[in-house]
């Protein structure tokens, strides 16, 4: 599987930005898809996952109610609408897809995720 992350940029606190990523190959072997974000000298954190089948979501608390993950299987592309931006949500943010045996619940785990896409920079100024 082939992950491109796109839609990073530059924000005021409070706007919003979209993130994408396209996912190719073996897009029907796809769990769930999720993303995480990493900021300078933190370690990379689980924000939100969905199970590609059904869509069930699962989010950290600093952005629920903020963020809102979603997918359009008819495209392979996962989006990430980020809206009432922080700037504790300054990080890349990566993309990632689950191949592994179905659950009931997305995962949250980067080990379990075994393709990422390049990661994309999202800043937001106060």
């Known amino acids: 599987v082939q992950l491109q992350a796109s839609g990073g940029g530059l924000v005021q606190t409070g706007g919003s930005l979209r993130l994408s990523c396209a996912a190719s190959?073996?897009?029907?072997?796809?769990?769930?898809m999720g993303w995480f974000r990493q900021a300078p000298g933190k370690d990379r954190e689980f924000v939100a996952a969905i199970i590609w089948s059904g869509g069930r979501t699962l989010y950290i608390h600093a952005v629920r109610g903020r963020f809102t993950i979603s997918r359009d299987d008819t495209e392979n592309t996962l989006y990430l609408q980020m809206d009432s931006l922080k700037s504790e949500d300054t990080a890349v943010y990566y993309c990632a897809a689950d191949l592994r045996a179905p659950g009931p619940v997305p995962r949250v785990s980067s080990t379990s995720y075994d393709y990422w896409g390049q990661g994309t920079q999202v800043t937001v100024s106060s």
């Open positions: 190959g073996r897009t029907k072997s796809i769990f769930g």
